[in-house]
């Protein structure tokens, strides 16, 4: 018979350390992995709530009161102009000289048409629908409302709002993207209540006496951004041409109470990105006048 092998003996001084679950070790290793998943799950949640929780700062600011509508005007007039009005000016100038289409700052222009006729009252019709030319008491080529634009397709976009009151006297597009300058002293012969144009075009119109401003009642400033942050009051050189045409033809109306200032688009509170670029896109670029 084959001898027996003994049995091992444990150390003296040694446990046997147990094995699965009970091994220190093993729970050790257990309890990081799973603190480590609920860290991981606890950030998720954090950066979760930062983006979409219910963030105060997030919330879109209340549309400006006619009143903050003319301070943030002037404030641009004085600095881009480099003056001071009066107080002789500024206590002129009423809060009633804004035509307030506070509840229309989105992008639908469908909705413009409303406030402008509300501007004109009772006799809105024959203000702005109607086309005879009646010699002697409505001059032609002189709009009751003009509309400037930082470019072609944005004046072109803003007529749309208005269609249902250009149906019959026609609206006149005054840029010089595609339309030569004679063509449009040609449409400006006629009866004209409604023209939307750039600055730089409407000024020379206006210089060459083929644009009245005899019956101008409203005059519509856009001031939307583009995708890039930049408006009609912040886009270099053609808020230089804006200014030029507005302290040249417009002010004095509005001192006196004549016109009417409609700032179409939020007022700015400062933290709007300004792109890096000023380049207008090609469907927007406008030919420099000659």
């Given at each position: ?28 290793k257990f ?44 404030s ?36 413009l ?51 249902t009151?250009t ?33 730089s ?34 886009l ?10 507005y ?38 670029r ?5």
């Amino acid at each position: 018979m084959g001898r027996l092998k003994p049995e091992k003996t444990q150390k003296p001084g040694r446990t046997p350390k147990p094995f699965g679950p009970n091994n220190p070790k093993s729970q050790s290793k257990f309890k990081k992995k799973t603190n480590t998943k609920n860290t991981a799950n606890r950030q998720i949640k954090t950066k979760t709530t930062s983006v979409t929780g219910n963030n105060k700062n997030n919330q879109p600011s209340p549309p400006a009161s006619p009143s903050q509508q003319l301070r943030y005007f002037l404030s641009q007039f004085e600095s881009a102009n480099g003056v001071q009005l009066s107080s002789l000016e500024l206590e002129s100038i009423k809060d009633s000289c804004i035509l307030d289409v506070s509840q229309e700052l989105g992008q639908d222009v469908m909705k413009l048409e409303k406030r402008i006729k509300e501007a004109f009252g009772a006799k809105w019709k024959e203000e702005l629908c109607e086309g005879k030319h009646i010699v002697g008491k409505i001059e032609a080529g002189s709009p009751a409302v003009l509309v400037v634009a930082p470019s072609a397709l944005r004046s072109i976009e803003l007529l749309r709002g208005m269609r249902t009151l250009t149906k019959e006297c026609h609206a006149v597009k005054l840029f010089s993207k595609h339309m030569k300058i004679d063509e449009q002293v040609s449409l400006l012969m006629n009866r004209v209540n409604i023209a939307s144009g750039t600055p730089s075009r409407i000024k020379k119109l206006i210089d060459i006496e083929a644009l009245g401003l005899s019956r101008l009642s409203v005059l519509l400033v856009d001031i939307h951004t583009d995708v890039k942050g930049y408006s009609l009051l912040t886009l270099p050189q053609v808020r230089d041409e804006f200014w030029d045409l507005y302290k040249n033809y417009f002010h004095q109306q509005l001192v006196k109470g004549d016109l009417r200032i409609c700032l179409y688009g939020p007022i700015p509170n400062g933290n709007e990105f300004k792109g890096k670029s000023v380049e207008l896109a090609d469907g927007d670029r406008e030919q420099p006048d000659s």
